[in-house]
Structures are given as C-alpha cells and as structure tokens.
C-alpha cells in the first residue's frame, strides 16, 4: 500500500544546480550513485540542498555543491600573484567540506579566494511535484568557462575521487559533454535524464551549436536568463491518463492547460521506470523562450 508523505516531506527544499559550459560548449554532467535512494543512477548538473551553516545564498550553494561533487572551484585568488591550489589540497579541502569537517566560507577565506557568485546567470527555477516523497524548489544557473575564474578539470572526461560520508557516494563520476551527445546517449538508453535536465540540455542544444562556444551563443544565453525564461518556476502537474503509447504527460506553466493561450503546449511526455527514473522525455514546446513567453501564465516566485 502506497504511504502518503509527510506534511514536512511535502515543503519542497531550497537547493542549487549549476549549469557549466566550457569553451567547447560542453556541459558539465555528474552522474549519481547507481545505489542511492533516490534518482540512483541518473546523470545530472551538479548541486544540492541549501545549507544555511555554509551558504548564504543559493549561488554559494551552487558552486559549493559544483566542488564537492566534480573537484571544479568557481572561485577567484585576491592574492598578489594569484595563488593556484595544488590537485591535493583541492581534494583533501573537498572532501572535508563534504562531510561537514570544514565550513566552505572558511576554506575561501583562509585561501584568499572569492566565489564567482556573479558569473552564474539565472536559468528557471524547478518544483517537484505534490505527492513525491522529497521535494525540492531548485534554482538552475548556467556559467561559462574560462570566463569564469576556476580551479579542477575543465574539459572531456573524468573519473573523479568522490568524498564517502558514511560508507556511501552521491556521484561516481564528472564529464564534460556536448549537449548534443548527451541528448544522443540518453535516447539510446545509454544514459538516464530526469525532466528538468532533458528540458534545459534541449534548450542548450539549440543555442550551443558547433563545438566552439561564441560570444554570439553566449548573448543568447545571457538574453534568457535576463528575459521571462530564465525567471520561469515551473511546477510539473500531471494531465490526466497517459497518451496512447503509455506515456505519462507531465504539464508546464504556460501550457494551454496552464494559463496559456489556446493551442500553447509547454509540456514533456515521459516514460517511467523503476524508482521513478525517466526512460524517455520528449519535449512539447510550440512557441519562442525569446519572445513569446507569456508571463501571466508563471507564479510569482516562491520566497525560498
């Protein structure tokens, strides 16, 4: 018999995803724990839950979970010459900020560092759905490399020492792919999406083209964030049965049934498998994140 959750485990939790592109116009994908509880084994951009003892803002969370999770630092030297951390002292510096050993702000500090909290734009904000045992009310950012100032590997693929709290790992491994690629390995069942990644990696797809990242690509990416999608808080809701090859058909705001005009579709068909994870997701988005997004159709965003 199905539990319901909790009215605490129904509050949806502050968290953080970076969104990282490098000169290649790859993006920075780290892919979760076959073992874990929950979405084991899926590929996402790296992030976590806000941590009030180590943040003081979901940008700071964001780079700090980015560190612990891929060993990349988005962080500038105030030192004259500008000092550049040793692989080791990176990783012993990580590991201890993982497991609650040493408070993040103070690693900065004591190295003379700064968070480039202003290189991160913003890039929708993301709510799970009711009745999902952990919710979460994420806020995506998207960064560029070398623009900003970093630390850790910055391109193609890399195994990394990930920290052990408790015998366990959240992530086994970091890479840096092509939005493109990653799109290709997920339809051959190669790699595994939720929603939220398909919807944005998408989106990129369609703006990062080639394998050079331009100053042309990144105005645009730039004029989103700045413009009605990047502040877009979308609130998956379920329409109804499936469609009729069994897909589940998971609502937008701005979807025709959402607040949007008559004939908009802003929605993903998805096919779920075990623990929830998505075997496919296919976008339905029939008008321009430019110029054609209908603001009255988005809440307000919620006070995190």
Excluded: C
């Excluded at 595994?192 to 990242?213: D, S, V």
């Amino acid at each position: 018999m199905a539990t319901t959750p909790s009215a605490e485990a129904q509050i949806p939790r502050p968290s953080a995803s970076l969104v990282i592109v490098n000169a290649r116009n790859e993006i920075l994908l780290v892919h979760r724990n076959p073992q874990a509880r929950h979405f084991g084994g899926v590929h996402v951009f790296p992030g976590g839950n806000f941590d009030k003892k180590q943040d003081d803002s979901l940008a700071i969370t964001a780079i700090r979970e980015t560190f612990e999770e891929s060993g990349l630092l988005l962080a500038s030297s105030s030192s004259v010459p500008p000092v550049t951390l040793p692989d080791a002292s990176l990783d012993e510096a990580r590991f201890k900020i993982h497991s609650q050993k040493l408070n993040f702000q103070t690693f900065l500090a004591e190295n003379r560092l700064t968070a480039d909290i202003y290189s991160l734009l913003p890039f929708t904000q993301w709510i799970t759905p009711v009745n999902a045992l952990r919710r979460f009310h994420t806020q995506f950012f998207v960064a560029f490399l070398p623009a900003a100032p970093s630390a850790g590997f910055s391109s193609g693929e890399k195994q990394e020492r990930i920290p052990k709290p408790d015998g366990g790992q959240e992530v086994v491994s970091a890479r840096f792919l092509h939005p493109e690629d990653a799109l290709a390995e997920f339809r051959k069942g190669k790699i595994t999406f939720m929603p939220p990644q398909a919807y944005l990696l998408t989106t990129l797809a369609g703006i990062l083209q080639g394998r050079t990242n331009t100053p042309e690509q990144r105005h645009l990416v730039e004029a989103l964030s700045r413009g009605a999608f990047g502040h877009m808080v979308i609130n998956p809701r379920r329409l109804g049965t499936p469609d009729e090859n069994g897909r589940t058909i998971l609502t937008y705001e701005g979807d025709e049934t959402r607040g949007g005009s008559k004939g908009r579709l802003h929605r993903v068909l998805v096919k779920v498998g075990k623990a929830g994870i998505t075997s496919e997701v296919v976008l339905q988005r029939n008008f321009d994140i430019f110029t054609e997004i209908e603001p009255e159709a988005f809440s307000v965003p919620s006070k995190l």
